[in-house]
């Protein structure tokens, strides 16, 4: 009687979906090779069973980061000249109508810090870097 081993296999819908960058990729590649489990992307049809697989993997996967950086590039590009027309001005602040109670109550250590972001619904970084702004 034969038995057949059965592979793992990950399938993604992109390789851009799967990784950031080709660095990642590759890492990520070289783990799942260790463990013995096979990589098949659905859109760029690749299977890293082949040795023509992988290497077309590391060409797509270098494809993918270029059009990452490229579409980051004219996403700032475009912040900027909206922002120099006065187009622009960012995401309009959630106002929180009991921030400066909040805020005073803490100053006096009537609450602690994980107390009044629970309380106004913020996160750490959100609270601290509004209490700076409200500083000024």
Known sequence: MEFAAIADT???????????NTRDLLELMEQLQRKNVEFVSKKEAIDTSTPTGRFMLTVFGAVAELEREYILQRQQEGIAIAKRNGIYKGRRPIERPEFDEVVSRWGRKELTAAEAMKRLNMTKSTSYRRAQTEKR
């Open 10 to 20: 990950v399938i993604v819908e992109s390789i851009s979906r799967f990784a950031r």
